[in-house]
């Protein structure tokens, strides 16, 4: 069983930074390929990033390249999602979650979300 807490939502303005982090329990963690999904008020949950067990690969949703960055420590059991030059667009509850596989759709577990919100 993996518990995920995320923390560092918050309201920002336009072109601000944020860090979210995830806070994993269990020993298993480094095996979990882990994500960052997020949902908008009445839009469809998306994947915004996503990272391997080892830092090896990584994906971002085409909206967040070259402004978010995904990455973890293993030895923290925690993963993080630096958000930078955030447009009003970003607005949403960011969700970190676990897969077992990198390529799988599955998601194994959920954290409760942090609310990001950027105003204009």
């Known amino acids: 069983q993996v518990q995920l807490v995320e923390s560092g939502g918050g309201l920002v303005q336009a072109g601000g930074s944020l860090r979210l982090s995830c806070a994993a329990s269990?020993?298993?963690?480094?095996?979990?390929?882990m994500t960052w999904f997020r949902q908008a008020p009445g839009k469809e949950r998306e994947l915004v990033a996503a990272i391997s067990w080892n830092s090896g690969s990584t994906y971002y949703t085409d909206s967040v390249k070259g402004r978010f960055t995904i990455s973890r420590d293993n030895g923290k059991n925690t993963v993080y999602l630096q958000m930078n030059s955030l447009k009003p667009e970003d607005t949403a509850v960011y969700y970190c979650?676990?897969?077992?596989?990198?390529?799988?759709?599955?998601?194994?577990?959920w954290g409760q979300g942090t609310q990001v919100t950027v105003s204009s």
């Open positions: 269990g020993r298993t963690f480094s095996s979990y390929a």
């Open positions: 979650a676990a897969k077992e596989a990198y390529y799988s759709d599955y998601v194994r577990y």
